[in-house]
T-cell receptor
């Protein structure tokens, strides 16, 4: 496909369980972001990958959150021991260029994964 | 702290009417400002991108303005359609090699027939 895809589209889990969210960026896009969008809130930066460079993990809210990306391919966001406050839509976006936000390159977003922690 | 404030929080208009959404920001140094449209259950889609030197940018019935002196932007929607019902998000990026944009909370627009 031509766009960013994410899976699953919806995930319902019980408190304390681990979840893994997947993002397939647009082919050839070097940069990839993960965001969290809580109901009624703006997008919250979580982590940023740029090619093979070390990721910027400064937005991860706790050590229960981790993400991986190999090269310019698929990324996975893992949340361990989920809590109810983790319930949100998790969005992934990819960008073609090397210097992302301060350039005019557009972020292309996936449809998101809606996570509900019971 | 970089911040982006949007108003109104929500807006209801009749089909065919015009509307204007506002965005105020305190992001420094400023690099660019984007408006995104986010349909329910979908990811945001870029409408316009403006850099410091641009005052106006249009995309069909959407026209964005930027006043870098007052740090304000607006998004004007002309002759609204039912499909314009969505959340409109203002996003400001800082310069200096920063790559983490600042997102507003969005304005929820509902267009009624």
């Amino acid at each position: 496909g031509a766009g960013v895809s994410q899976s699953p589209s919806n995930k319902v889990t019980e408190k304390g369980k681990d979840v893994e969210l997947r993002c397939d960026p647009i082919s050839g896009h070097t940069a990839l972001y993960w965001y969290r969008q809580r109901l009624g809130q703006g997008l919250e930066f979580l982590i940023y990958f740029q090619g093979n460079s070390a990721p910027d993990k400064s937005g991860l809210p706790s050590d229960r959150f981790s993400a991986e990306r190999t090269g310019e391919s698929v990324s996975t966001l893992t949340i361990q021991r989920t809590q109810q406050e983790d319930s949100a839509v998790y969005l992934c976006a990819s960008i073609r260029g090397l210097v992302a936000a301060s350039s005019t390159d557009t972020q292309y977003f996936g449809p998101g994964t809606r996570l509900t922690v019971l | 702290k970089n911040q982006v404030e949007q108003s109104p929080q929500s807006l209801i208009i009749l089909e065919g009417k015009n509307c204007t959404l506002q965005c105020n920001y305190t992001v420094s140094p400023f690099s660019n400002l984007r408006w995104y449209k986010q349909d329910t259950g979908r990811g945001p889609v870029s409408l316009t991108i403006m850099t410091f030197s641009e005052n106006t940018k249009s995309n069909g019935r959407y026209t964005a303005t930027l006043d870098a002196d007052t740090k304000q932007s607006s998004l004007h929607i002309t002759a609204s359609q039912l499909s314009d019902s969505a959340s409109y998000i203002c996003v400001v990026s800082a310069g200096g090699g920063s790559y983490i944009p600042t997102f507003g909370r969005g304005t929820s627009l509902i267009v009624h027939p």
